[in-house]
């Protein structure tokens, strides 16, 4: 089975909408992360938690909002989806200790707004 | 302010070596970090460097120097299945936040 876990794989939606998606992971790590992927743009951080408490906003939290509802789920969600939020987002984990911070990353969700 | 720059897009040729540049600028800089990403797929570590010099891992290897700014990754006696994107990721400070670059796709041809 899979470490990290993204549902859904594919989402289609119209604007205004709203939308989660969830993150679940199986490795204990205290750091989840979400991301958006751009052609060109590279991978960008919407927001972060170090633990269940703790929640960050990232460079482009503007839109979106989380919630940690355990340790080892994470939602990400779009309360009025807009089409310039048509991305790939990622769901990544990492652990909290010593100097490397490698991140675990899932599957993807591909989001369609129309 | 962050800062990562490498090539947009590189081709070579199978069985060759090719070397991915990076570049940058990074407050509370805490390493540096290379991805493999086949297209729509997750990201999968490659590599991490917090101290200058050269990790080999296969046929890959990773160099870092601390003091330029810079880094490169090296693939060897390249094939097909190294046709990706490879990310260039920068650690920063203790928060395990990793700031990426945009990416560079290297094709391989036969």
């Known amino acids: 089975d899979a470490d990290v876990t993204q549902t859904p794989r594919n989402r289609i939606t119209k604007t205004g909408k709203r939308i989660m998606l969830e993150c679940s992971q199986t490795?204990?790590?205290?750091?989840m992360y979400w991301y958006r992927q751009d052609p060109g743009l590279g991978l960008r951080l919407i927001y972060y938690?170090?633990?269940?408490?703790?929640?960050n906003k990232g460079e482009i939290s503007d839109g979106y909002s989380v919630s940690r509802q355990a340790q080892a789920k994470f939602s990400l969600s779009l309360e009025s989806a807009i089409p310039n939020q048509t991305a790939l987002y990622f769901c990544?984990?990492?652990?909290?200790?010593?100097?490397?911070?490698?991140?675990?990353f899932g599957p993807g969700t591909r989001l369609t707004v129309t | 302010g962050q800062n990562i720059d490498q090539p947009t897009e590189m081709t070579a040729t199978e069985g060759a070596i090719v070397q991915i540049n990076c570049t940058y600028q990074?407050?509370?800089?805490?390493?540096l970090f290379w991805y493999q990403q086949h297209a729509g797929e997750a990201p999968t570590f490659l590599s991490y460097n917090v101290l200058d010099g050269l990790e080999e891992k296969g046929r890959f290897s990773s160099f870092l120097s601390r003091s330029k700014g810079y880094s490169y990754l090296l693939l060897k006696e390249l094939q097909m299945k190294d046709s990706a994107s490879y990310l260039c990721?920068?650690?920063?400070?203790?928060?395990?936040?990793?700031?990426f670059g945009q990416g560079t796709t290297l094709q391989v041809k036969p």
């Open positions: 938690s170090f633990d269940v408490k703790d929640i």
């Open positions: 990544a984990t990492s652990e909290s200790r010593g100097l490397s911070y490698e991140q675990y």
């Open positions: 990074t407050s509370g800089f805490n390493g």
């Open positions: 990721a920068s650690g920063s400070g203790n928060t395990g936040k990793l700031i």
């Open positions: 490795k204990g790590h205290d750091r």
